[in-house]
């Protein structure tokens, strides 16, 4: 039965219970052990039993408050729900974004959570699984970590900018991925690839990042973690005018933006494979 969109503030205190059970959950196989299950795109990107048990919980408790609702999750796709209708919800879930540094037991891998109307992302929780930091937004209410109110960095120079960004899987992508960094970096502080996009986009939100850049995102990676950017003040989109996708992301302030995409740009930063 479709159910019509209530105020994104609802929809945000949905997310932030679903998100936080999730991420205790995923905290929780993460000190019993993990184990990769399957892969992905390559045989280096992996999936763990863990992103499919807390996906499983996330549909789940979805099912049950929202049962009209459309989903799209990373590890089950759209199986379970069809498209949202119009004036509807579509719920778009990475159950542990940066799964890899979640084998290792590295401490940057978060649950991300984001509500959708007409194809426009309304709400989104990203939650930090090893440290429980939490950041959130409503489209209009502005980003908050922790009861503060978030706003990106005031650097205007790109030479003292820390930017971050990721690789794919692909061994081609990170090939050409690789040559954009080398071509970059020298016209920037420094670059960090740290392995989560969600946290990525919510260090920029609140400074501790200057910039983002990457190719191959998927909705998942992108939803939650762009929204609190772009309510920080962020212009997240992609190059020449095109919405943010898999062609590229920049996440970057208003003043560092047009140095970075047109670096980007001379740098074919979303072309290659």
């Known amino acids: 039965m479709h159910q019509s969109a209530?105020?994104?503030?609802?929809?945000?205190?949905?997310?932030?219970?679903?998100?936080?059970?999730?991420?205790?959950?995923?905290?929780?196989?993460?000190?019993?052990?993990?184990?990769?299950?399957?892969t992905k795109s390559t045989v280096t990107d992996v999936v763990t039993a863990a992103d499919r048990a807390v996906e499983r919980q996330v549909l789940d408790a979805l099912r049950r408050l929202r049962p009209g609702d459309a989903v799209l999750g990373e590890e089950y796709g759209t199986q379970d729900t069809g498209p949202a209708e119009p004036g509807g919800?579509?719920?778009?879930?990475?159950?542990?974004d940066g799964t890899v540094n979640y084998l290792y037991g590295?401490?940057?891998?978060?649950?991300?959570?984001?509500?959708?109307?007409?194809?426009?992302?309304?709400?989104?929780?990203?939650?930090?699984?090893?440290?429980?930091?939490?950041?959130?937004?409503?489209?209009?209410?502005?980003?908050?970590?922790?009861?503060?109110?978030?706003?990106?960095s005031g650097e205007t120079d790109l030479?003292?900018?820390?930017?971050?960004?990721?690789?794919?899987?692909?061994?081609?992508?990170?090939a050409h991925q690789a040559s954009v960094v080398a071509g970059l970096i020298r016209h920037v502080r420094d670059i960090r690839?740290?392995?989560?996009?969600?946290?990525?986009?919510?260090?920029?939100?609140?400074?501790?990042?200057?910039?983002?850049?990457?190719k191959g995102l998927s909705p998942w990676d992108l939803a939650a973690g762009g929204l609190v950017a772009a309510e920080a003040g962020v212009l997240v989109t992609g190059l020449a005018g095109s919405p943010p996708g898999p062609d590229?992301?920049?996440a970057a302030p208003p003043a560092l933006f047009k140095p970075l995409h047109d670096r980007l740009a001379d740098l074919d930063a979303a072309g290659g494979p």
């Open 193 to 214: 690839r740290m392995g989560a996009a969600a946290l990525d986009l919510c260090l920029v939100a609140e400074g501790r990042l200057d910039a983002y850049f990457e």
């Open 159 to 174: 030479g003292q900018a820390l930017l971050g960004t990721g690789f794919g899987y692909d061994a081609g992508r990170r």
């Open 106 to 152: 590295l401490p940057y891998s978060a649950v991300s959570l984001a509500a959708e109307v007409d194809g426009v992302v309304v709400a989104g929780v990203v939650r930090n699984v090893s440290t429980g930091e939490e950041w959130t937004a409503t489209a209009g209410g502005g980003a908050w970590r922790d009861g503060a109110r978030l706003s990106c």
């Open 89 to 96: 919800v579509r719920w778009i879930i990475d159950p542990i």
């Open 6 to 38: 209530p105020p994104a503030r609802e929809l945000l205190a949905i997310a932030l219970d679903v998100a936080r059970d999730a991420a205790t959950t995923a905290h929780r196989m993460r000190a019993e052990g993990v184990s990769v299950t399957a």
């Open 248 to 250: 590229l992301v920049i």
